[in-house]
């Protein structure tokens, strides 16, 4: 698949606004294996290549199984995640999938009884910006395989195309 338009070069201050969310989704009090959970399950409700290759790459690189990440399509039939994590999975899918019924009140009440609503909103946050990076690579083709987390390169690439 060829890449058609390199997003982050075209429009570099859009990608810094969303960059801005991300800041402040790394500073909440969410925990980083939640999240990384979060994006990948929302970028597969997405169909997202690019996203999902980054999200497994990034849990794995922070020390997640490889049981879990391969359980989180099929979550609710999987014993390997805790009742916080299945909350914010359903309310991922609910934020996802959201033109399908809006967020049911079961899913709202389930993710309240994990999450405070400061964490909450949190969370929201994040579905929100991985729907945002989906909704980018997604129609631009950005190439899966390309990340490498933690990398010198990526993290150089990146701050070039969103440099000025």
Same mark, same amino acid.
């Given at each position: *698949?060829?890449?058609?338009?390199?997003?982050?070069?075209?429009?570099?201050?859009?990608?810094?606004?969303?960059?801005? &969310?991300?800041?402040?989704?790394?500073?909440?009090?969410?925990?980083?294996?939640?999240?990384? &959970?979060?994006?990948?399950?929302?970028?597969?409700?997405?169909?997202?290549?690019?996203?999902?290759? *980054?999200?497994?790459?990034?849990?794995?690189?922070?020390?997640?199984?490889?049981?879990?990440?391969?359980?989180?399509?099929?979550?609710?039939?999987?014993?390997?995640? /805790?009742?916080?994590?299945?909350?914010?999975?359903?309310? /991922?899918?609910?934020?996802?999938?959201?033109?399908?019924?809006?967020?049911?009140?079961?899913?709202?009440?389930?993710?309240?009884?994990?999450?405070?609503?400061?964490?909450?909103?949190?969370?929201?946050?994040?579905?929100?910006?991985?729907?945002?990076?989906?909704?980018?690579?997604?129609?631009?083709?950005?190439?899966?395989?390309?990340?490498?987390?933690?990398?010198?390169? /990526? *993290?150089?690439?990146? &701050?070039?195309?969103?440099?000025?």
């Amino acid at each position: *698949m060829q890449e058609h338009i390199i997003y982050a070069k075209v429009a570099p201050a859009g990608v810094r606004a969303i960059n801005q &969310l991300e800041d402040y989704i790394k500073k909440c009090s969410l925990e980083l294996s939640l999240l990384e &959970l979060v994006r990948l399950r929302s970028s597969q409700i997405n169909g997202c290549a690019y996203c999902i290759d *980054m999200h497994t790459k990034d849990a794995r690189a922070e020390g997640e199984s490889e049981q879990r990440l391969y359980g989180v399509s099929a979550w609710r039939e999987s014993p390997f995640y /805790t009742e916080r994590e299945k909350a914010a999975l359903a309310w /991922t899918e609910a934020i996802t999938k959201i033109s399908d019924q809006q967020v049911p009140d079961a899913v709202y009440e389930r993710a309240r009884r994990q999450f405070s609503e400061k964490e909450l909103v949190d969370l929201t946050f994040a579905v929100i910006a991985i729907n945002c990076w989906n909704r980018l690579a997604i129609p631009f083709h950005t190439p899966p395989g390309s990340y490498h987390p933690h990398s010198p390169v /990526t *993290m150089r690439r990146a &701050l070039e195309a969103t440099a000025g």
